[in-house]
């Protein structure tokens, strides 16, 4: 089974930037999607961006070409990044890394994953 180990969360102001890291072990190539989700308080987790494995990345609406999700696998480790940009009072909250190996739909739909980390804390001041 794949864990997830997420790290990168801080306290930033609006307007600044953080790189957050999720460290995949157990990984294989039939994790075909690995994603960040977020929940803020009194929120449903919610869907920011999600990585396959053919390339390919899809968005959240309200991201706006504010994030930016990459993967980098070294000597067969993976870990995924999220690169977030111009944060807003809209952008605190938990974020989660999430994988799964297969979907059928709305690839930022949280039922469809399986595997998810602890979470690491993102909190933004005006």
């Known amino acids: 089974q794949v864990q997830l180990v997420e790290t990168g969360g801080a306290s930033v102001q609006t307007g600044g930037s953080l790189k957050l890291a999720c460290v995949v072990s157990?990984?294989?190539?039939?994790?075909?999607?690995l994603a960040w989700f977020r929940q803020g308080p009194e929120k449903e987790r919610e869907g920011v961006a999600v990585?396959?494995?053919?390339?390919?990345?899809?968005?959240g609406g309200f991201v706006k070409g504010r994030f930016i999700i990459s993967q980098e696998i070294v000597s067969g480790k993976v870990t995924l990044y999220l690169q977030m940009n111009n944060l807003t009072t809209e952008d605190p909250g938990i974020y989660f890394c999430?994988?799964?190996?297969?979907?059928?739909?709305?690839?930022?739909?949280?039922?469809?994953?399986?595997?998810w980390g602890q979470g690491t804390q993102v909190t933004v001041s005006s």
């Open positions: 157990g990984y294989n190539h039939n994790w075909r999607y």
């Open positions: 999430e994988a799964t190996k297969t979907l059928s739909g709305w690839v930022l739909d949280l039922r469809h994953y399986t595997a």
């Open positions: 990585s396959w494995n053919n390339g390919a990345k899809t968005y």
